[in-house]
């Protein structure tokens, strides 16, 4: 490693927000043909950088070179125009438009005025072929997959001569099969030299691509590694500034083992325009798990408890009475709370402050006509904010100004707030750092030994067997499985997933 060709080099960067300093004296180095994790947990100060070496933010110290040049990119265009280009996990493209014009935009060839449509088609299709892409370049971009479309943007990167490849977050919502092949492109980019900056908070994929290792901690630089030579354990503990063993501690899952509990909520028969027949038991006081393939139905099921898909037939039940839930205010004052899996466009209200974000969920459930008055939300803020250890440099500050993991925290603290009985928590560690997915599974666990109900959805298989005391799996819109106890492991799962196993109720309610 130490004889390739260093490309890009940051040196003692720093940068600072009101009241904060986001970064402090980063160092980072990325060489030709490599492909460098930049880790840490949220916060750390990943966004920030890659922000300022791409020309978002203005650094306030430090120096920047490509290719041994000293370089200062004051927009995004800039950077790019220098060869260096990023492609975010919300795919920052033009979903209006074809394929072949999010492939050339700004770059149309033609002549007099006229765009050559023709020859735009002819070398959109031609590109995407070197990616073993073969789509309809003329369809609208939003016609296509998630990954379909990062892989759209990968190549107008390397078309427009990129030697610097920002990849944020890439794999967060894809399938095993579109990070396989995510990963062949990476390496056919490495082979021919490019320089590949991958940010993660899959650590197995960092081990399986990269080949060097950086960790920011706290908006400061902690070490660089070659990756084979920095075991996991050793990663974690750097990653979060204390010992793996605290992390190693997992939530109990034998709740599920102390016998009897009340119902909370019963659905029979339930199907919405997205899901068909589903009979579910809730009882008080556990962590009942959704588990299934995206698309299986685990995240259609939870918007029908919580209002936002009707049920059209079937029935639900809440504490022994049929109750008609046709939108979310009804749940919520059925004692239900819902933190949704896309917490950016169903979760935040970006404009708003950390404080009236909390405030939201329990202001609409007590109506309009008995509003808080602002030191009651100031009190309900700073109870929360410390109790979930939100990091923020007040309640007042913006949102979309706290990193993802915050952001997440603030939408849990929103629902706490209502007192829920029921919690339905929808992907609520995806793209959030390994600390506080800790804190996350170790609230869970908390949360349900003092009585609460709580349903818990995720695409990681080990996190649900490290938080779920009973456990259905769906696959197909339909309810394939149910595990409780020790019946729970990843062995398990995957079987009823794949179609491995055969489904045997275990209750009269569940058909």
């Known amino acids: 490693m130490d004889t390739q060709e260093k490309l890009l080099e940051m040196e003692h960067i720093t940068k600072k927000f009101p009241g904060v300093v986001a970064l402090r004296d980063v160092q980072f180095a990325l060489r030709r043909g490599e492909i460098h994790a930049l880790l840490g947990e949220n916060g750390a100060g990943k966004s920030t950088l890659i922000k300022v070496l791409t020309g978002v933010f203005e650094r306030d110290g430090g120096d920047i070179f490509l290719e041994g040049r000293a370089v200062s990119p004051q927009s995004p265009q800039a950077a790019q125009n220098m060869g260096i280009s990023t492609v975010y996990q919300e795919v920052n493209l033009c979903p209006n438009l074809s394929v072949a014009e999010n492939v050339y935009i700004g770059r149309e060839p033609g002549s007099a005025g ?4 023709k020859t735009i088609n002819r070398k959109a299709a031609e590109l995407l072929s070197r990616f073993d892409l073969h789509i309809d370049v003329t369809q609208n971009l939003d016609r296509y997959s998630v990954a379909v479309q990062q892989m759209v943007a990968i190549a107008r990167a390397v078309d427009i001569s990129a030697k ?4 944020d977050e890439p794999t967060s919502s894809l399938t095993a099969v579109e990070v396989r092949k995510l990963f062949e492109i990476m390496r056919m980019l490495k082979a021919r030299g490019m320089g590949i900056i991958f940010v993660t908070h899959f650590l197995d994929q960092v081990y399986e691509v990269s080949d060097t290792i950086t960790v920011l901690r706290g908006g400061e630089y902690v070490c660089s590694s070659p990756t084979a030579e920095l075991p996991k354990m050793q990663l974690v503990a750097r990653m ?23 119902l909370f909520l019963r659905l029979q028969g339930a199907a919405s325009a997205q899901i068909s027949h589903v009979d579910i038991d809730i009882q008080k006081g ?9 698309g299986s139905g685990r995240s259609e099921i939870a918007r029908l408890i919580f209002g936002v898909d009707p049920i059209v037939t079937g029935g639900l039940e809440i504490g022994g009475r049929k109750t008609a839930v046709k939108e979310p205010i009804t749940a ?7 933190c949704p899996e896309n917490r950016k466009s169903e979760g935040i209200v970006g404009e708003l402050s950390v404080r009236e974000n909390i405030m939201l969920a329990l202001q609409a459930k007590q109506g309009m006509l008995r509003a808080m008055s602002r030191r009651q939300s100031e009190k309900l803020a700073d109870e929360y904010i410390e109790a979930l250890s939100i990091k923020t440099p007040s309640r007042e500050q913006s949102i979309h100004n706290l990193s993802g993991g915050n952001q997440q925290k603030v939408i849990l603290a929103r629902w706490l707030a209502t007192a829920p009985d029921l919690l339905m928590l929808d992907e609520p560690t ?11 599974q170790k609230l869970v666990t908390k949360l349900a030994g003092e009585g609460m109900s709580l349903v818990f959805i995720s695409s990681e298989v080990d996190e649900m067997v490290r938080c779920c005391g009973r456990m259905v799996i769906l696959r197909d819109k339909k309810l394939v499985g149910e595990l409780t106890g020790e019946e729970i492991s990843e062995d398990m799962i995957v079987k009823y997933m794949a179609g491995g196993e055969q489904f045997e109720p275990k209750t009269e309610t569940i058909q």
Do not use: H, N, Q
């Open 114 to 117: 006229r765009i050559d449509w």
């Open 332 to 338: 919520m004052r059925a004692g239900i709370g819902f």
């Open 240 to 262: 979060i500034g204390k010992e793996y063993e605290d992390l190693e501690s997992r939530p109990s899952s034998s709740l599920a083992d102390r016998g009897k509990r009340d």
């Open 286 to 294: 556990e962590v009942l798990g959704f588990s299934g393939l995206l």
């Open 430 to 440: 995806r793209g959030i750092d390994i600390g506080t997915k800790a804190e996350i």
């Open 164 to 167: 610097v490849l920002i990849l």
